[in-house]
């Protein structure tokens, strides 16, 4: 009945279609005692050769709308929410004013879930972040980001501010002052989370931890009014603006390296004009962070 409302068709329809299908191939997709409702060995098989064709049949589309001098199409990109907000931003006027022909769709999520988007098809191709836990996948790094501490700027490390550190812009935290700092951190799923954990490894520090979100823009603006600490990037700390006082920014690469961001998809898959030139804009984009 729910598949049936999703495809905006009666359920006694779908039933009957569904049934069409089994009496073609000759066995049943679906093992209707099993609560809730599972595919047979038969139709994981069927549903995986499917996807397959649906795959192909997207590809040749493709490979025919490329035999044409215009460039057009649907791309379907994956990015975290965060990345959207200060990359794709930059990005998607670009493709736009230079491509008004290729439509754009995303699809966010987290870096294992743009990883599984991109392995399976489901997005052409998938910002994430390096290294790659699946296997079966080609990538390009588009850019890389420095991991930064913020602190608001009314905290006392703010004040009388010690000179940049060496190869940096910013100064380095006096990690003796924050011992017991309240931080902000990133909820399971994002690698920015870990390398907070990592952190505290490595500068010998268990801050509490008094409020977790999805957002690392959320994280800054509560660390801009004073909430709390925590961690970002170089590239969000630029984008950002404020309605009060920014918050002000240390260097970590002592501590942690800088983050790489790779455009990855599925190793053999092929890639139309228009994904292609949108990539091309991603990496000018990223050329001149």
């Known amino acids: ?3 049936a409302q999703k495809l905006y ?3 006694p ?3 009957q279609f569904v049934k069409r299908i089994e009496t073609k191939i000759g ?5 209707r005692s099993a609560s809730p409702i599972t595919l047979t060995d038969a139709g994981e098989i069927y549903l995986e050769t499917e996807r397959q064709l649906h795959q192909l049949a997207k590809a040749r589309q493709q490979q025919i709308d490329d035999l044409g001098t215009l460039t057009r199409g649907r791309v379907v990109i994956g990015s975290s929410n965060d990345r959207s907000s200060y990359f794709l931003t930059q990005v998607l006027p670009i493709v736009r004013q230079r491509w008004p022909n290729i439509e754009i769709r995303l699809e966010e999520g987290t870096t294992a879930e743009l ?4 392995q399976s098809g ?12 699946k296997s079966g996948l080609d990538s390009v790094e588009i850019f890389r980001e ?12 703010c004040q009388n501010l010690p000179p940049a550190a060496a190869g940096s812009r910013w100064p380095e935290p006096d990690w003796s002052r924050l011992t017991e700092e309240p931080f902000i ?3 399971p799923g994002q690698k920015m989370r870990q390398s907070f954990f990592d952190l505290c490894q490595q500068v010998h520090i268990a801050p509490p931890i008094i409020l977790e979100t999805q957002s690392m823009p959320t994280a800054l603006r509560l660390t801009a009014v004073g909430v709390g600490a925590t961690l970002t990037t170089d590239l969000l700390a630029h984008t950002m603006r404020f309605p009060g006082p920014a918050p002000r920014y240390f260097t970590l690469t002592r501590w942690l390296p800088h983050r790489r961001a790779l455009l990855t998809w599925r190793s053999g898959r092929y890639l139309s004009k228009a994904a292609r030139a949108v990539i091309q804009v991603m990496q000018e984009t990223g050329a001149r962070i």
Do not use: M
């Open 1 to 3: 009945s729910s598949a």
């Open 9 to 11: 068709i009666a359920q």
């Open 13 to 15: 329809s779908l039933s």
């Open 27 to 31: 066995a049943e997709l679906f093992d």
């Open 115 to 118: 990883e599984e988007a991109a």
């Open 122 to 133: 489901k997005t052409d191709f998938s910002l994430v972040l390096h290294p790659l836990t």
């Open 146 to 157: 420095e991991i930064l501490l913020a602190l608001d700027s009314c905290h006392p490390l």
């Open 185 to 187: 951190i990133i909820r």
